[in-house]
């Protein structure tokens, strides 16, 4: 079965660099998260995209931002990196319908500013 | 979202059934209980959720207490390969986000 694919698997940017993310949902779902989980750390929400418009937003620094397109595709774009922004980045998708729906996660990008 | 406590950390035998708590004492009527667990650095992998009834799918079981105010996970007969960390989660119906606050690091030990 088709999973959610994040692209790249591994990115290394210097400090003030930017970085851009991307994620492909599960086909046919319509709702995508971001999370970041910096070393040793629990996943922290950064922001999610229902039908293409923002619908919550967490800690996510004013340098980051993100979008979904209308293939349900979406980009975390980052900027200005910093060291403290090393960490892996996870997108999950869901699919319309049912109000108990589950998430699934990608395998997640991991960020190394240096 | 309602907060969840559970133990930081459990040990299980290979073989053995491991039963992994949860506390959500100020969870309300239309949330529900979700449970999903990450292996060394994957992304988080669903395992089930519910709302006030007992569930079981060919991972685990939920039991869900009559108050809702805690839940137990149960794998029936835990493998190495079980062993991660898992997060017990409280969620407002769909779309909400899943809120990870401080898991359990369950090991299983032949």
């Known amino acids: 079965a088709a999973g959610v694919i994040q692209s790249p698997r591994h990115l290394i940017k210097e400090k003030r660099e930017t970085a851009t993310l991307k994620c492909y949902p599960i086909p046919r779902h319509d709702t995508v998260y971001w999370y970041q989980q910096g070393p040793g750390q629990d996943p922290q929400f950064l922001i999610s995209f229902y039908e293409k418009m923002q619908s919550d937003k967490g800690s996510i620094p004013d340098r980051f931002s993100a979008q979904q397109f209308s293939d349900y595709h979406s980009e975390l774009n980052m900027s200005s990196l910093e060291l403290g922004d090393s960490a892996l980045y996870f997108c999950?998708?869901?699919?319309?319908?049912?109000?108990?729906?589950?998430?699934?996660f990608g395998q997640g990008t991991r960020l190394t500013v240096v | 979202d309602a907060k969840t406590t559970q133990p930081p950390s459990m040990d299980c035998a290979e073989g053995r059934a491991a039963n992994l708590p949860c506390n959500h004492s100020?969870?309300?009527?239309?949330?529900?209980v979700y449970w999903y667990r990450q292996i060394h650095s994957q992304g988080p992998q669903y395992i089930i959720h519910?709302?006030?009834n007992n569930e079981t799918n060919e991972m685990a079981s939920l039991i869900i207490t009559e108050d809702r105010k805690s839940s137990t996970l149960i794998l029936p007969h835990a493998t190495l390969r079980d062993t991660a960390v898992y997060y017990c989660?409280?969620?407002?119906?769909?779309?909400?986000?899943?809120?990870f606050g401080a898991g359990t690091i369950l090991r299983v030990k032949s």
């Open positions: 100020t969870i309300s009527g239309n949330e529900y």
């Open positions: 999950a998708s869901s699919p319309p319908g049912a109000s108990d729906t589950e998430a699934f």
């Open positions: 519910g709302l006030k």
């Open positions: 989660i409280v969620r407002v119906e769909y779309g909400n986000k899943l809120v």
